[in-house]
């Protein structure tokens, strides 16, 4: 008996509203915007510096971008993946909707006026602060509701809270050097948000999830969470803070070293090559090799300014964190989250592949121009602004409409 051919089910079309039926989307919208308007606005930068016509802000151009990638990219996909996962984790009823589009509101209402004010003046930008804050307060707020209800946690929970928290408090450090002029606090606030917030949250994430989604692809998989790990790299990361802000960069071996070796070992003991029997699960693998690749070039870095008293590698060790590990892990794990909670198949099409391979290409472009001549060093960098530009919208353009249409399945969310 033949059988019958599967009906074709359109799909649901565009609403305005569907942008509101779950936290991920709205916030991972936003999210996209901020992706393309941040390395927009750098880039723009960098060809005005090639054209010897640099752009006039209330504060640096160098603070300016340091701010907008630690504060105004990444924390739209966390919280949009933590307010999806927190009460699942913890076996709590969903977060409602006026909870999640209040925090993400005043996120992206702060950010219109911070970058109002980047040119308008002190005034302008801390306004948009204040009201990004309160942003941030409110979702941390209502995470940690979460959290409180709940009869039982794992060990992430309250290290991912921590490390909101530490957040917040780098945004009001950012505003004291605002106010006050005093380059330590934008300093701290540049550190306190890259190592004790983005990287633990990521790392934490990535400790939680990556062995989680390895079980159901790769056969005979052992899922492993070292206990060890989260304490560990939470010890490191402060540490590398502790000693960039203390002027000792030459020591910073000691802790970058640890963790360097602790991830690639992770990646090893969560079987990287067996990974690439799924192109999906393999994104989330390769971001996060990414992790020990970048700790060992601080480490050598380190090491190097101990013994001859020189930097060697510049800024290259923190563009492999912030495009290939931070980067690269939003770029997996949002399109896989995108793609389960809208009701299509955990399959990776050819343009959410390219897109990771094409973030890993930015960061190898630069750090690449690190390594250069100044010449040359100013025409990579602008080249990876572009690349990143060019692979990230691509992304944004395949993505983005999907959080305007309801789930392919019918179901809620």
């Known amino acids: 008996m033949a059988s019958t051919p599967p009906a074709i089910v359109p799909e649901p079309g565009a609403n305005g509203l569907t942008l509101f039926s779950a936290p991920h989307r709205l916030f991972f919208a936003a999210g996209m915007v901020q992706v393309l308007l941040t390395i927009l606005f750098w880039a723009a930068e960098l060809a005005m510096r090639l ?32 307010f999806t996962v ?15 589009t209040r925090a993400a509101l005043l996120l992206i209402a702060g950010l219109t006026f911070i970058y109002a004010g980047w040119w308008l003046g002190r005034a302008t ?55 006050s002029g005093d380059r330590f606090w934008l300093a701290l606030a540049r550190e306190a948000g890259l190592w004790l917030f983005l990287v633990p949250v990521v790392f934490l994430v990535s400790h939680r999830m990556i062995p989680f989604f390895s079980q159901s692809v ?13 304490p560990l790299m939470l010890v490191c990361a402060a540490g590398h803070a502790l000693l960039e802000l203390s002027g000792l960069p030459q020591w910073r071996f000691l802790v970058d070293a640890p963790l360097a070796v602790a991830a690639l070992h992770l990646s090893y003991l969560w079987q990287f090559r067996a990974s690439f ?23 050598l870095q380190s090491i190097a ?22 980067a690269g892990m939003i770029v997996a794990m949002a399109s896989r989250v995108t793609l389960g909670h809208s009701g299509r198949s955990l399959l990776a099409d ?23 001549p100044a010449g040359a060093a100013a025409v990579l960098n602008l080249s990876a602004a572009l690349a990143w530009l060019a692979v990230l919208g691509a992304w944004v353009v395949h993505y983005l409409p999907i959080y305007f249409r309801p789930r392919l399945d019918g179901r809620p969310g």
């Open 51 to 82: 054209a010897e016509y640099p752009g006039r802000l209330v504060i640096a151009s160098s603070d300016v971008h340091a701010w907008l990638m630690v504060y105004g990219v990444f924390p739209f996909f966390i919280f949009g993946f933590l």
């Open 125 to 179: 930008l801390l306004t948009g602060l204040a009201i990004f804050l309160a942003g941030w307060l409110s979702a941390l707020t209502t995470l940690f509701g979460v959290y409180r209800r709940a009869r039982t946690h794992s060990v992430h929970e309250p290290l991912l809270n921590a490390a909101l928290i530490a957040g917040a408090f780098g945004i009001a450090s950012f505003m004291v050097g605002v106010v």
């Open 86 to 100: 927190y009460p699942r984790w913890m076996a709590q009823e969903a977060i409602g909707r006026t909870s999640y």
């Open 218 to 230: 790769i056969m005979n998989y052992l899922m492993q969470r070292p206990g060890w790990a989260p």
């Open 350 to 372: 050819r343009m959410t592949w390219l897109a990771l391979l094409g973030v890993n290409g930015v960061a190898l472009l630069r750090v690449a121009a690190e390594l250069v």
């Open 277 to 299: 029997h799924a192109r999906l699960l393999a994104m989330l693998h390769i971001a996060f090799l990414w992790l020990g690749v970048a700790m060992s070039l601080f480490a």
């Open 305 to 326: 300014w101990l013994i001859t008293g020189s930097d060697w590698l510049g800024r290259a060790p923190v563009h492999a964190l912030g495009i290939g590990f931070l």
